[in-house]
């Protein structure tokens, strides 16, 4: 992989993959087991983690962003109903996003001001762009090391954390949308059931 390259794995429905556990660290088995629901989905995700860095051991840090042992190589992961997504690059942090598109969802979050007044004025009465907007959002807080919960505390408009990295928004099916952040070119690869197996 280029220094400059970010690849970005995606993966469709990988609950199938569930079956694959055997590929996943003590660490993740031990966190799947404790899932109440939701443990096929982490499960098929954390298969696609395994099938983007390989064999590489991952350091799991309570409340801290895993890294790869190999410290040349960064990751981010995101999954929800039917997608997972997987990102990684050499040339440095990076962050990915994905959402099940949900227009009730969405109205709902305006109606109930999820976001700052200033946030609500871009987001206006649009579920597509409360959807871009979060997928954006996210993937830059990812990319730099911010947990979620700070960062959506913080309520404000796009921040510019990675100073200047690029951002790309991708609409992947009519119910998934993605957006990645990192430095360097992306490329979109689309596994399909052969590359896992």
């Not at 995700?45 to 960064?74: F, M, N, T």
């Not at 050499?90 to 598109?101: M, S």
């Not at 099916?173 to 059931?193: C, I, K, N």
Request: charged share 30%; with cysteine.
């Amino acid at each position: 992989m280029p220094a400059d390259a970010v690849t970005i794995f995606c993966l469709k429905d990988p609950e199938r993959y569930a079956h694959l556990i055997d590929r996943l660290d003590d660490t993740e088995k031990a966190r799947a087991a404790r899932l109440q629901k939701g443990a096929e989905l982490y499960i098929g995700a954390h298969v696609l983690l395994r099938y983007a860095i390989g064999a590489r051991p991952i350091h799991w840090r309570e409340g801290e962003k895993p890294v790869v042992a190999d410290a040349s190589l960064h990751f981010s992961l995101s999954h929800c109903r039917g997608m997972a997504l997987c990102a990684v690059s050499r040339g440095g942090a990076v962050g990915v996003d994905v959402e099940f598109f949900d227009p009730a969802l969405a109205e709902r979050a305006v109606a109930e001001e999820v976001f700052c007044r200033e946030e609500l004025v871009w987001v206006g009465d649009s579920p597509e762009r409360f959807f871009r907007m979060w997928t954006v959002k996210e993937a830059i807080f990812k990319a730099a090391g911010e947990r979620w919960s700070e960062a959506w505390r913080l309520r404000s408009a796009l921040p510019d954390l990675l100073n200047g990295d690029r951002v790309e928004e991708r609409r992947l099916s009519p119910t998934h949308m993605a957006a990645v952040a990192a430095y360097g070119r992306f490329d979109w690869r689309y596994l399909q059931e052969n590359d896992l197996i």
